[in-house]
């Protein structure tokens, strides 16, 4: 049988989404009724997580959600393993893919994910590279859901046809929601400055139709179900935050783009968040926001895709 990865949003169809965002709800609601659901019990199931960034929210949901599935954690970084000192990363995934059953890597380039994941025995999840931030964005078509449901009941109604609009870096979280809006029918309303465009060969879709282009970030907002944004310096681009600041300095979400958006529009930011560059403290800690939960749905949605990847579908 072959090895399920999740790599970029596209390595999972619409059909699976649609189970993973029902499944979530479910794994979410035994969480809050203090009940135990631990498919990696027996037998005993060991994610290993490889951290070449920094990482709070994905850090804390992976290894809290693996410990509650009844799984134990192994814990990499660069800096305390033989990963930052050249072991090469084909020989790294042929050993530790031998030991663990799944594994979660967060890295800087695509194609180093993707050669771990070709020498990996076992499943791998793309807990963000530089191109695709798939467990995120999961996540957010997850909170959009529970926030507005559809009439039927059914997750993937509640997506089709919303507008989202995104403001700011052409980044690696604006890849995968193009991804997104390609597999599950709905639009990005895209404004960035210039030369901070996002590029749908990067990307990898092929459909245009599944975004617009705005020069200005409110035109964007107009109308949208949706507004999100993240910081102005992505993880790696450190050196270009001088530059990023002043180039940036109109893309700043604040309570004009989101009067502009449809009067119940919610707000989202993957976090962390800079108050005062790309979002005001208004809009972040105001009613429209749901951060938190966003925050908070990372655990319940990878909770679902871990058991999914390992077990396939239960219930
Ligand atoms: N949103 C997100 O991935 O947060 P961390 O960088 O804290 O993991
Ligand atoms: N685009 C950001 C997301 C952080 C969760 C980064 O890559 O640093």
Redesign the pocket.
Known sequence: MSIKHYLQFKDLNAEEYGYLFQRAAFIKQKFKAFEKHQPFADPDRTLALIFE?A?T??RVSFEAGMYQLGGSVVHLTTGDSQLGRSEPIEDSAKVISRMVDLVMIRTYEQSKLEKFAAHSRVPVING?T?EF?PC?ILTDLFTLSEYRPAASGKPLDAIKGKVVAWVG?G???ANTWLQAAEMLGFTVHVSTPSGYEVDPVLAGISNRDCYKVFKDPKEACAGADLVTT??W????YEAENEVRRTAFAQWCVDEAMMASAKKDALFMH???AHRGEEVTAEVIDGPQSVVWDEAENRMHAQKALMEYLLLGRLG
Request: include cysteine; hydrophobic fraction near 25%; glycine fraction near 4%.
């Open positions: 960034k990482s929210r994905t963000l530089n931030h995120q870096d980044n690696n979280m993240d910081v310096t992505s993880m790696g993957c976090l962390p």
